[in-house]
């Protein structure tokens, strides 16, 4: 892979292209990675690219190695794998819930304890998940009750 930057005034903001073959899952990745410092993601839907704001975005969850965006409407599929999502979009309001699954806190719409230390979530779709025992430390400190 070839990277190349170049610096010249008449640019009034970045601009990035990429020339390839063919948009491959690598090129898909960098894209998807790219967006999000656009605060945008990319996800597929009906053999269709979408560009999901992350805002809108109320949880990721990833099943069979692959991950999914889940917004109030639709359902994206995104070449990511979850880490990378967690990582991207910690300063966003997303954390690790589960094994598989990322919440974004901005769109939950209340939480209870549940057994065993765990907490039920009710997101604002109605949709209720699970943040596991192991990851209730972190919604904890998002709450500001430890800290």
Do not use: W
């Not at 073959?21 to 979408?50: C, P, W």
């Amino acid at each position: 892979m070839k990277i190349q930057v170049i610096e010249d005034e008449k640019y009034p903001e970045p601009e990035i292209v990429i020339n390839c073959r063919k948009a491959d899952n690598d090129v898909s990745r960098i894209l998807a990675m790219l967006r999000i410092f656009d605060h945008k993601l990319t996800g597929t839907r009906e053999n269709q690219t979408y560009f999901i704001d992350v805002l809108k975005i109320l949880y990721i969850e990833t099943v069979d190695k692959k991950s999914f965006l889940y917004t109030t409407d639709f359902v994206y599929e995104t070449p990511l794998k979850l880490y990378e999502l967690e990582e991207r979009l910690e300063s966003s309001g997303f954390f690790r819930a589960g094994k598989s699954t990322v919440i974004n806190f901005n769109q939950i719409q209340s939480l209870k304890p549940d057994l065993y230390g765990r907490f039920q979530v009710t997101l604002n779709n109605g949709e209720k998940l699970f943040v596991s025992r192991q990851y209730a430390v972190t919604i904890k400190k998002m709450l500001g009750v430890i800290k």
